[in-house]
């Protein structure tokens, strides 16, 4: 059974960082495209960046380039969001999603997409004040 467990939300002022953490168990392969994507009140699930976890290929969505950082620890199969530079538009809650379906170049490509995945944790909540 598949098992996604996202940590490390909490409430921030603008400019601050935040690293938020998804713990994985249950995935059989050692390659996965494994997603972050948020989720404001009134609004639709966004992807936000994504890592294929066998190595090479990564996504960031335009409005994250260069404040958010994704990256993995194989060893304790988890992976990370460093988010720095807060935004208010960045509150939200975070989810973190795997599916071993794609290759590494695929989920680069696919990784914005919330179809993409079938597996979801549920959730940390991300609050940025002005």
């Known amino acids: 059974q598949v098992q996604l467990v996202e940590s490390g939300g909490g409430s921030v002022q603008a400019g601050g960082s935040l690293r938020l953490s998804c713990a994985a168990s249950?995935?059989?392969?050692?390659?996965?495209?494994m997603g972050w994507f948020r989720q404001a009140p009134g609004k639709e699930r966004e992807g936000v960046a994504g890592?294929?976890?066998?190595?090479?290929?990564?996504y960031y969505a335009d409005s994250v380039k260069g404040r958010f950082t994704i990256s993995q620890d194989n060893a304790k199969n988890t992976v990370y969001l460093q988010m720095n530079n807060l935004a208010p538009e960045d509150t939200a809650m975070y989810y973190c999603a795997a599916d071993p379906a794609w290759t590494s170049a695929s989920c680069a490509v696919v990784a914005g997409r919330t179809g993409s995945f079938g597996y979801w944790g549920q959730g940390t909540q991300v609050t940025v004040s002005s």
């Open positions: 249950g995935l059989r392969y050692s390659g996965n495209c």
């Open positions: 890592i294929y976890t066998g190595g090479g290929s990564t």
